[in-house]
C-alpha cells in the first residue's frame, strides 16, 4: 500500500512538472517566433541596437503601429506570454509545494483541487499587470517615449524610469512582497483556503506580491526594448536569483542602488 502509494505521489509531481516545463517552453517560444509582430524575437533584439535605424530591412519596421482593438490585443498577449515565460520559472517552487500540500488535503479525506486552479489564479494577476503594460506602450508610442521598435527614445524619460525602478527597489513594500515570493511554505501555512474558489483566491493572491515585488523591474523593458532578449532573459534570471537565493534581499538592494546612479547620470547627460 505505501509503494502504491509512493508511486501515485510521484505521477502526480511528474504531471505538475512536465505541465509547468510545457508552458514555460510554449511561452518563451510563443515569445522567441516574435508573438504575431512579424519579425523574430532575435531580429527585434537585432533591431533595438544602436545604428540598426539605417539597415533596411529594419526601416520597414520603424512605421509607428495603427492601434486597432485588433493590434491592442495582440501586444496584450505579447505581454503576458513574456510574463509567463519570465516569471513562472521562479514561481516554480510555489506551484510544486501547493501540489505537495493539496495531495496531503486529498489523503486526508479532504476536497482535492486541480493545482492548475492555483496556477490559473496565479496567471490572472500578470494578465492584469499586462493589460496596464499594453494600455502604457500605447500611451509611451502616442508621445513618441517609445520608438516604432519599442524602444525607450527619450533621455529623461529612460533616465526617469531607471531612478524610478531603482527607488522602488529600496522600498518596504518592494521587500515586504519579496519577503512573501521568497517564503512559499509560510504563504501557504498562513493562507491556505479550502476549495476551487480558495486555492484560485490564493494564486491570485500570490501573482499579485510578485507583481508587486517586479512590476516596475518589468516596467525597464520601456528602456531596454519590450522584445529585446538581452533584457527579458537578463531580467528573468534576476528575478530567479532575487527570489531564490540566500541573498536575495540584498542583491535588491544594491540593483536599486545600481539603477538610481545609472538614471541620475542619464539625467544629468540630459541637463
Known amino acids: 500500500m505505501d509503494a502504491a502509494l509512493e508511486g501515485v505521489v510521484r505521477r502526480d509531481r511528474r504531471v505538475v512538472v512536465t505541465a509547468l516545463i510545457a508552458v514555460i517552453a510554449l511561452s518563451w517560444a510563443y515569445l522567441l517566433a516574435g508573438a504575431g509582430m512579424g519579425m523574430s524575437a532575435f531580429e527585434m533584439t537585432r533591431l533595438a541596437r ?10 520597414a519596421m520603424m512605421t509607428p503601429a495603427v492601434w486597432t482593438p485588433g493590434y491592442a490585443i495582440l501586444m496584450f498577449f505579447m505581454w503576458w506570454m513574456m510574463m509567463l515565460a519570465m516569471m513562472l520559472p ?4 510555489m506551484i510544486l509545494l501547493f501540489a505537495a500540500l493539496n495531495r496531503k488535503q486529498r489523503d486526508s479525506g479532504r476536497p482535492y483541487v486541480a493545482t492548475s486552479v492555483f496556477a490559473l ?8 499587470f499586462s493589460l496596464v503594460a499594453t494600455m502604457l506602450q500605447w500611451g509611451f508610442e502616442l508621445t513618441g517615449m517609445l520608438s516604432p521598435s519599442l524602444v525607450g527614445t527619450n533621455v529623461i524619460f529612460c533616465g526617469a524610469l531607471l531612478v524610478a525602478a531603482g527607488t522602488y527597489q529600496l522600498t518596504p513594500i518592494k521587500h515586504a512582497c519579496l519577503s512573501h515570493c521568497r ?6 501555512g498562513t ?27 518589468m516596467g525597464l523593458l520601456y528602456f531596454g526594448g519590450v522584445m529585446n532578449l538581452y533584457w ?17 534581499h540584498w ?21
Do not use: N, Q
Not at 521562479?90 to 517552487?93: F, R
Not at 489564479?121 to 492584469?128: H, I, P, R, T, V
Open 50 to 59: 544602436p545604428g540598426m535605424a539605417d539597415d533596411v530591412t529594419c526601416m
Open 90 to 93: 521562479s514561481a516554480a517552487p
Open 121 to 128: 489564479g496565479y496567471l490572472a494577476a500578470w494578465a492584469g
Open 183 to 188: 517564503s512559499p511554505l509560510a504563504f501557504l
Open 191 to 217: 493562507r491556505w483556503r479550502r476549495g476551487a474558489r480558495g486555492a484560485l483566491r490564493m494564486g491570485v493572491e500570490h501573482g499579485a506580491y510578485c507583481v508587486g515585488c517586479c512590476w516596475f523591474l
Open 232 to 248: 527579458i532573459v537578463g531580467l528573468a534570471l534576476f528575478v530567479l536569483f532575487e527570489k531564490t537565493i540566500p541573498a536575495g
Open 251 to 271: 542583491l535588491g538592494y544594491a540593483t536599486g542602488v545600481g539603477l538610481c546612479v545609472w538614471g541620475a547620470a542619464l539625467l544629468g547627460v540630459a541637463g
